[in-house]
């Protein structure tokens, strides 16, 4: 363990504003991505379900 | 067809197109020395931005020269393509493969010629507008004679890539940058390597091979990228 | 699912010839298949190395002689830079295999995969320069690897932006493939010249390859992280490949089956 305490971990030697700044912006971005893609394909989904809706034939069928 | 035909066909082409794009350009005479009014326009801006310590002028030129040569480059190629696409000149073009390339290369030449030669020409009187010593404008001269040709090829692949689309002006450019870093490093580097006493031999040889290989890959890739576009 | 053979789509397809059933796994319909449960797979995996690796870098590794513990952020900087530029050979490959074989998920997937190696390119550079303060004193430094990674950007932009320009779906993904390929003949290219020119000016001393020595067990941090970061990377893209693939074949019967089922099937990511 490197650790003596919690607040050490996050002081990181007086770098912790360094250390967390990239990480929380890491870790930001590494979440917003999926979500992002998630509601593209969410949305995806709902547009083909109002296109078959409306009664339209699909073009192979 | 014939090996003499065939090269007939790529000849007739290419001096046709070219001397088209010549004869046009020289009907607008005011439209084809924009670049260059641009090129020195943009040029000024910057020592009335950093002001005017010639020690720092000096230093900067080849830097500012070369970038507003990109600038000024990309500028003017957006509309490389553009008339042959709405006279249907193109697509007739586009259907062999020789007058395809023959195309591409006479379009990058009569480009080259019309923005790329004016700045070389001009960029001496600029060189001593920034305090450049004698052995660096020729170093100059010669990296912008070497890498203005790259800058055409590079421009007109962006002009194929982008034909007919919406603000395509700021899209080629953000495409082609990237690409033209190479050369702008190499022929930039070389001037301030000959400031410096040293040789640059190893930079014009740099640009050199840049050009070669610019030469023999981009005319296919911009003939495919018109055939993208044209489809 | 339905069984795959009896559908349309693949009847039609290989009807066309043996050749194209060489690609029939290619088939949107049975990527779509594949990847709904290969996607929370990869999030198991992305999480599981990430915790691994984590744990491994900042409670086993040892802190660094030189840098204190500002080193720690290597464990996502170096991973983040090395797939930004792994992800860009991997779009190009797509995207060729798509033009050259009009293969449909091909093109989709090389798409799909420009976003996130765009993301990692900035956190690349954010954590670089997150790094290089501590580290060298300024937030920004011209080291060769920074800066290819900085113009690595552009390059997705540029593709990005120049594939989103065209309407036309089959000249966007044929434009997109050209750039780039283009691109990444360019990428050797441009990283020899921007070490040229670094090393060439004075004061451009600081180097991101002097990293520290690496101790085994820092080692192992960024080896699980990299790990992880390509389970994420696989799982992100696969996400995103999955909705572009609705939104392309939103007219086909497979589409209109799946959008038409009660929720259990339907709406899963």
């Known amino acids: ?61 | 067809m014939t090996q003499s035909a065939a090269r007939a066909s790529f000849a007739a082409v290419f001096g046709s197109v070219l001397v088209r794009d010549l004869t046009l350009a020289w009907r607008r005479r005011t439209d084809a020395l924009l670049p260059l009014a641009f090129f020195v326009v943009a040029i000024s801006l910057f020592p009335l931005g950093v002001g005017p310590e010639p020690g720092m002028l000096r230093d900067m030129a080849p830097g500012v020269v070369w970038v507003c040569a990109l600038l000024a480059s990309m500028l003017s190629v957006g509309s490389l393509f553009a008339a042959d696409l709405a006279d249907g000149s193109l697509e007739q073009m586009l259907l062999a493969p020789q007058s395809a390339i023959a195309l591409t290369l006479a379009k990058c030449a009569a480009h080259w010629i019309l923005s790329g030669v004016p700045l070389i020409a001009t960029a001496p009187l600029i060189g001593l507008l920034f305090g450049m010593s004698g052995p660096a404008l020729l170093a100059l001269v010669a990296g912008l004679l070497l890498g203005t040709p790259i800058l055409s090829l590079l421009g007109a692949l962006g002009a194929a890539l982008t034909l007919g689309l919406r603000s395509s002006g700021m899209l080629l450019i953000l495409i082609v940058l990237p690409l033209a870093i190479p050369t702008l490093i190499f022929g930039a580097g070389a001037v301030g390597t000959i400031d410096a006493g040293m040789s640059a031999s190893g930079h014009f040889s740099l640009l050199g091979a840049l050009l070669i290989s610019t030469a023999m890959g981009a005319p296919w890739a911009i003939a495919a990228a018109l055939r993208i576009s044209t489809e | 699912m339905t069984s795959p053979s009896a559908t349309p789509n693949t009847a039609a397809a290989a009807g066309k010839g043996g050749r194209l059933r060489f690609f029939n796994f290619a088939a949107p319909m049975r990527f779509y298949a594949i990847t709904g449960w290969l996607v929370p797979l990869c999030w198991v995996v992305a999480i599981g190395f990430a915790i691994a690796g984590l744990y491994v870098g900042f409670f086993v590794a040892p802190t660094d002689a030189t840098q204190g513990e500002s080193y720690r952020i290597i464990y996502i900087h170096v991973p983040a830079a090395w797939m930004s530029m792994m992800l860009y050979l991997v779009m190009a490959f797509w995207a060729g295999i798509g033009w050259a074989f009009n293969a449909r998920m091909a093109s989709i997937v090389a798409r799909a995969i420009a976003p996130t190696g765009a993301m990692f390119a900035f956190l690349a550079l954010w954590t670089g320069a997150f790094w290089g303060k501590p580290t060298w004193g300024t937030w920004w430094v011209w080291d060769a690897r920074l800066t290819t990674t900085l113009i690595l950007l552009f390059l997705y932009l540029g593709y990005i932006a120049l594939v989103n320009a065209i309407d036309d779906q089959r000249r966007s993904d044929q434009a997109g493939a050209l750039l780039a390929l283009v691109g990444s003949i360019n990428v050797p290219i441009i990283y020899f010249s921007v070490q040229w020119w670094n090393t060439l000016h004075q004061g451009a001393t600081i180097s991101m390859t002097a990293a520290p020595k690496m101790a085994n067990t820092m080692l192992t941090g960024m080896l699980l992280m990299t790990v992880a970061c390509w389970a994420y990377a696989f799982a992100t893209v696969f996400m995103r490949a999955r909705a572009i693939t609705i939104e392309r074949e939103s007219r086909n019967a497979w589409v209109g089956k799946l959008v038409s089922q009660p929720a259990q099937g339907g709406q899963k990511t």
């Open chain 1, 1 to 61: 363990m490197n650790w003596g305490s919690a607040s050490e971990f996050f002081h990181m030697g007086g770098k912790g504003l360094f250390v967390w700044g990239s990480y929380a912006v890491s870790m930001l971005v590494m979440v917003a991505e999926p979500l992002l893609a998630r509601r593209r394909h969410q949305q995806a989904l709902r547009q083909a379900a109002l296109f078959n809706d409306e009664g339209r034939k699909p073009r192979f069928s």
